[in-house]
């Protein structure tokens, strides 16, 4: 049989990839959920064992682990309800901080530049204007995204209690695929799959709870009125890389603006929170999750954009996850492993230009890479707690 020419083999690798991203944009109202319910239940996993362990039935186990989950989530809304409340009874004096800050910025503005008082007051009744315009175009659409978030929540539990039932139907599924001589290749790729979303996803669980602690404790004991509820909505817009942080930023600055008459809390806000996300990505977090699968940042943010455009929200949270465990397949495939160093971070320190070994595709040259930057294999341990 005659071998099909590389080039149209990438022209068809290229094809592919597109009506692949043309499907999922069509079907992300199907395929958000039913991600999201993929990734929770291999979360859900150990603790669907242990009651199986314990002879549980089956379909008992995997309801014990659902309310789990929904009562661990409703304590994390719980506590955001009840920041929230207090952060309403705090409003009279919020407004009263929030209009002593805009007549001391006009002022300064009054003093640097030829605007007026009443010029400003003029741009400001404008600006207010198009801004209630605006959010009652907001509140029209977020008709349709409340209804759209409804049906997502509810299919999220059924998803989650079938794939756990048909797990092994699925995993069946999967093998059937693949020629019998690759079966053993197949079952490595699917166990360093699940290592790494086991520890990444549990690592964000931690990251979660150390960053609200952390961040909210020091905060307190500073004496920032809103500790806490800044700490929580901080550790949660963190895991969406690298526009999170920079969201959480903005929306602690403006928390404690608004809730305060001085200037010194602003400084503090930005310097802890500087401080604790230093700790955190350069001490607790790589120990926590480890460092077996590296994203470079280009394809992280890529990924959260394009998450972020076809999904919304669950997009973002889910494009590191999904960029994780494609590149474990691209690795493991012989047609496509140049998309696996695509998203990789295993960084020659020479240019292939220079270096012509460095174009080659060998395993000595994959494993070198990745001990020169500190990216450590799958043990077979781990693989095997996971049978």
Do not use: C
């Not at 690798?13 to 993929?38: C, Y």
């Not at 682990?65 to 705090?90: K, N």
């Not at 949270?317 to 691209?330: E, R, T």
């Not at 695509?342 to 220079?354: C, I, V, Y």
């Amino acid at each position: 049989m005659k071998e099909i020419p590389l080039t149209v083999r990438r022209s068809i690798e290229i094809t592919g990839l597109f009506f692949l991203g043309w499907i999922v944009v069509l079907g992300k109202g199907l395929l958000a959920p039913l991600l999201m319910a993929f990734f929770i239940s291999i979360m859900l996993l150990p603790l669907y064992r242990f009651f199986r362990n314990r002879k549980f039935p089956e379909a008992l186990a995997i309801g014990v682990s659902l309310l789990a989950l929904i009562v661990a989530l409703g304590l994390i809304v719980w506590f955001f309800s009840s920041q929230i409340s207090i952060l309403i009874r705090d409003f009279p004096a919020i407004q009263k901080n929030v209009m002593r800050h805009l007549t001391a910025l006009s002022s300064w503005l009054g003093s640097k530049t030829p605007w007026s008082s009443q010029e400003q007051l003029k741009f400001i009744n404008e600006q207010s204007n198009n801004l209630l315009t605006y959010a009652g175009s907001l509140l029209g659409g977020l008709a349709g995204g409340v209804t759209g978030t409804l049906i997502f929540l509810g299919l999220l539990p059924i998803y989650i209690f079938l794939l756990l039932f048909y797990r092994n139907l699925l995993l069946r599924f999967v093998f059937l695929w693949f020629p019998r001589d690759s079966h053993e290749g197949v079952e490595d790729t699917l166990r360093e799959m699940q290592v790494i979303i086991k520890s990444y996803l549990f690592g964000l669980l931690i990251q979660i709870t150390y960053m609200t602690v952390l961040l909210g404790g020091i905060l307190m004991i500073i004496g920032i009125k809103h500790a806490l509820l800044i700490g929580i909505i901080f550790a949660f817009l963190n895991l969406i890389p690298y526009v999170g942080a920079l969201l959480g930023n903005i929306i602690g600055v403006l928390l404690t603006l608004a809730s305060s008459e001085e200037l010194w809390p602003v400084v503090a806000v930005l310097g802890t929170i500087a401080a604790v996300q230093f700790l955190d990505n350069n001490i607790l977090m790589p120990r926590i999750v480890g460092s077996k699968v590296k994203i470079n940042a280009l394809a992280t943010i890529v990924g959260v954009i394009v998450g972020g455009e076809i999904a919304g929200i669950a997009g973002m949270f889910l494009s590191l996850p999904i960029i994780a465990v494609l590149k474990v397949v691209f690795d493991r495939s012989e047609q496509f492993k140049q998309w696996g160093v695509l998203f990789g971070d295993e960084r020659p320190s020479r240019s292939p230009m220079e270096i012509p070994v460095l174009r080659w595709d060998t395993k000595a040259i994959r494993k070198k890479l990745e001990r020169e930057n500190e990216i450590e294999p799958t043990t077979k341990k781990e693989k095997d707690n996971l049978s």
